[in-house]
């Protein structure tokens, strides 16, 4: 999770994007090709702080979300996600969160609060895990810094419940 969120933040450029990884080759580019052209789309269709896909080709909202300048509540965003649905990357807006799942980000946004993030707020249902525009101590001068601190604790214990691929 955090890497995504950090992936986010980084917002680097894709790159040359003719390198394929060793051992996914082929789908590599091609996932990577997919979700440059998506988010060309995005651009095209009003949203033009979307971001370019990493080198992996991966995106999520949730990085989008907390990684950007976008507002994926806004209606061009919406919109634009509309107009180009049919080259949205595998897995960019999630999966519908198990009973199990939405237990452990309750619990792991009570493992924030506990670690020094007091105004960290309960996920919403529907929405991404982590939110900074919901957390108003991310805007105070080293705020997002405590925020990350606290994350990397809480991340360590609640990966696997939270369906969260270890990197």
Known sequence: MLAVIVAGCRNGSAGTGNS???SGGNSTAATHEKAVKFAECMRANGVSAFPDPDASGE???????NGSSVDTSSAAFEQALSACKDLEPPGF??????PQ???????FAQCVRDNGV????????????VDTRRIPSAARNGGLSIINAAMQKCTAIYSGELGLRGQ
């Open 101 to 107: 799942q939405r237990t452990a980000r309750l619990e």
């Open 20 to 22: 394929t990884a060793t």
């Open 118 to 129: 007091p105004d960290f707020p309960d996920p919403t249902p529907n929405g991404p895990l």
């Open 59 to 65: 995106s999520t909202i949730d990085g989008i979300a």
């Open 93 to 98: 807006t999630g999966t519908k969160v198990t």
